[in-house]
C-alpha cells in the first residue's frame, strides 16, 4: 500500500490522528459517562445538565417537541446553527412523516432524509384485494376498497359514488351501470374454487386495467399454482412489499437525521433521541429458529463454533446504541412516548432503563420529566396552547331552543318521479322523536367512517324478512309445519346469499347457526297463528304510497293475509319483543298503523291492496314480533284468535303531535331535544329514543331543562 500511494505527508497525518483523538474523546459530565459506560460495569453517574429525559404523549407530539427543541436551543445561542443539532430516530415511517411536518412548519431544513421515499407497492396492494374478493363472498370493505383504486377503469369521481353507495347500502347502483372494460372487470369478481376459474377471471380482470401493471403478480401466482388453489400461498406470494427508500439527501446546513441501524454519519454537539419506548434502543432480539439459548452455548463449548444468542445480540444492539450517542459532544436530550399513534401503552426501552440506572433512578419513570404535568411556562420549549373552548365544545344554541332555517324542509330531498322525495314510516317516526335527527338524516349527515359488516339488529331483521317471504309465498294457506321447517334451511341460504354473503365464511358459523334457530322459532310460530286465524298469505312486500294532508308518503308492508270473514290484515314484521311497541300502542303513540291506513285511504298507486280496499274490504294493521310470536294490531283486530288489539286509538297522540312538527318544519323551523328526552320518551310514550343515540350532532344539540322552558 505504501509502495504504491507513498507516504502521507507529515502535517496531514498529524491532522488524521488529532481528528481520530477527538471521535475517541467523550462528552463531559452525564453524558460522557454514559457514552463510555453504557452496557459495562460503571459506577453511578450524577444527573446534570447533559442528560434531559422528556415525557410526551405519542411520537407525532415528539416530533413537534424535537422540532421546538432545536429553534429554542438556537434562539437560545446554545447552537449557532441547525448543522450542530442530531436526530436519532427510530425506523418507523410514523416517525418520518412526522418530522418532516413539525420541522417544516417552523422553517427547520432536515438534512439525511432519502432522496427517492419508500414508495407502497400499489400493485401487491391491488393483488391481495382481488384474492380475498375472489375466496370468497368478501365485506364490502373490500368491495369498496377496489372501486377507489386509482388504477381501476372508471373514473376517479365514479369510484367514490360507487363505494360509499357499497358502504351505505351494500350494493353500488353506479357500479350495476356500468358496461365496456368496467363490466368485464366486475363480472370476473366472483368467488371461484379451480385454478382454471381462478386465472381466467385474474386474466380477464388484467386485461380489463391495463394500467394495474397485474401481469408480473400474476405469473409469480400462476407458478404457485398445480392441481388446488392454496389461498394461503397466494397471499405470501401477493403481499405487498414497500420499496426501502435510497440515498441520502445530505447536506451542511441542515439538522441531521441519524437512522436507528446506522452509526451517525457526522459529529453534532446536541443529540435528541427520540422514541425511547417499546422496542426501541436497542430493539429485542429475536430467538434462533433452530437452536435454543442452552443448545447455543453447548455448541459453542463442544465445537467452538460461535452462535450469537440472545444475549450477545442484546449486547450488540446496545453496543451500537452507546456508539450513537457518542455523536453528541455537549448535552443528549431523550424523549419518552406513553403510547403510540394507535393509543397503544408503552413501557420504557433498554436503553432509558440502562441509563437511568447509571443515574441512580430507581426507576425509569422517576428520571421522566412529563411535560403534560408541568406548568407551561417552566417548558423547556415554546409553546402556545390553544384557548379553551366555550362550553366545553357544547354548542351555543337559542335559548327557546328553536332553530329558524327560513326554508321548507320537507322539499329538501328530490324525487325524479314526485319533485320533493316523499316520506317513510321510518323517517316521519324519527321527526316525531328528534326534528333535527330528521333533518340531518334529511341532508345525509351522518358517521360515514367505513366498518366491516356485523349481524346487528337491522341485518338480522332484512335476513328474517326474507325468510318469511320465501317460506309463507303467496297463495299459502294452512301451511303444514313440517314442509314449512324442511324449507327453512334454503331459505336462510337465500337470504344470506342475497344480503349478506360475507356471512357464509367459516368464521361466522355460530352465527348462521344462531341464525337457522332463530328462523326455525319464528316459522314455527307463524305456522300456528295462520292455522288459528285460518288466514290466506295474499301477497309479499306490497308497495305503498299516498299523502297524509299534503304530505307525500311511501312505504311498504311486509305481508297481506286474507281472514275468513273477508278482512284483510296488513304485516309489519318486526324483529323485537312485543313489550315497547304493546306499551307504545296502549299511549296512543303508534305512528306507523296510521300512515298505512293514510296511504290506503288516499292512494297515490294502484296496487292490489289499494284494488282491495276500493273494494270495500275492511283493513287491520297489525305488527308481527318474531321474538315472541306476538302479533299486535290496531282498534279494528278485535275478535282475532292469537292478537292483541289496541282498546284506544293507537295513534291518536302520534298523529296529532306529527301535525304540530310538519308545520314547524314545513316553516322551517326545527325545535331542539331537552337533555332528559330519552328518558322522557320512553316513559310518557313508550318510544325508545334511538335518534338521540345514532347521531353525534344530535347529542351535541340538546338543551338543558332551564333553557327549553323559557
Known sequence: MQAHHGTAPLEA????????????????????????????????????????????????????????????????????????????????????????????????????????????????????????????????????????????????????????????????????????PARELLDALRPCSTPEQLFGRLTAIAKAAPEAGLWPKLQAIRTAVV?????????????????????????????????????????????????LAGRTWPRPPASNPFFTESEIVLIREKTGLYLAGRQQKMARGVELFRRQLCAASEAATFLVPSCT????????STGLSLITHMMGFESSEKAIRDIHAEDQSLWPVAAEAPLPIASGGKPSVPAIGLLHLGSDLLRLREDDETGHAPQSPSRLETLIVSPLAWLLDELGAKDRTWAPETLDVMALGTLLHHVMEVVFPEGTKMPDQTIIANAVPAAVDDAIRRYAAWLSNDAWDTERQSLLREAYNVTSNWVVFLHETQAEVLHNEIRLAGDHGGLLLRGNADCL????????????????????????????????????????????????????????ADIVTAYHTMLDGTVLSDAAGAGLPRVEHASIDASKQAMDHL?????????????????????????DRGITAYALEDNAFVSAFLTSNDEGDQ
Open 561 to 616: 293475509l286474507k281472514l275468513p270473514d273477508g278482512r284483510i290484515l296488513i304485516i309489519d314484521h318486526k324483529r323485537s319483543s312485543s313489550g315497547g311497541r304493546r306499551d307504545r300502542m296502549a299511549k296512543g303513540w303508534d305512528l306507523q298503523v296510521a300512515l298505512y291506513q293514510a296511504m290506503l285511504e288516499r292512494p297515490s298507486i294502484q296496487t292490489a291492496l289499494t284494488d282491495l280496499v276500493a273494494q270495500g
Open 227 to 275: 392441481d388446488q388453489i392454496d389461498w394461503p400461498l397466494l397471499r405470501s406470494i401477493a403481499l405487498p412489499r414497500p420499496s426501502e427508500p435510497s440515498g441520502h439527501n445530505r447536506f451542511v446546513e441542515g439538522v441531521s437525521l441519524f437512522a436507528e441501524t446506522a452509526l451517525p454519519w457526522r459529529p453534532v454537539r446536541q443529540l435528541i433521541v427520540l422514541g
Open 659 to 683: 301535525a304540530q312538527v310538519v308545520a314547524e318544519v314545513g316553516g322551517g323551523t326545527i325545535r331542539l331535544n331537552h337533555e332528559d328526552d330519552a328518558a322522557a320518551l320512553k316513559k
Open 341 to 348: 399513534l394507535g393509543g397503544e401503552k408503552l413501557a420504557s
Open 13 to 180: 497525518a498529524l491532522a488524521w490522528r488529532n481528528l481520530a483523538a477527538a471521535h475517541d474523546a467523550f462528552a463531559n459530565g452525564a453524558l460522557g459517562a454514559i457514552q463510555a459506560g453504557l452496557g459495562k460495569t460503571a459506577s453511578e453517574v450524577s444527573p446534570d445538565e447533559t442528560i434531559e429525559i422528556f415525557g410526551l404523549r405519542d411520537p407525532r407530539e415528539e416530533a413537534e417537541f424535537a422540532a421546538a427543541r432545536v429553534q429554542s436551543l438556537l434562539d437560545a445561542g446554545i447552537v449557532e446553527s441547525p448543522a450542530q443539532v442530531g436526530l436519532l430516530v427510530p425506523d418507523d415511517a410514523s416517525y418520518q412523516r412526522a418530522l418532516e411536518e413539525a420541522f417544516d412548519r417552523v422553517g427547520l431544513p432536515l438534512s439525511g432524509k432519502p432522496i427517492e421515499p419508500a414508495l407502497r407497492d400499489t400493485v401487491g396492494e391491488l393483488m391481495i384485494l382481488l384474492l380475498a374478493l375472489l375466496e370468497r363472498p368478501a365485506p364490502r370493505t373490500a368491495i369498496a376498497s377496489l372501486y377507489i383504486s386509482p388504477t381501476m377503469p372508471w373514473a376517479k369521481e365514479t369510484g367514490l359514488r360507487m363505494a360509499r353507495e357499497q358502504m351505505d347500502y351494500g350494493w353500488s347502483r353506479t357500479a350495476a351501470g356500468l358496461d365496456g
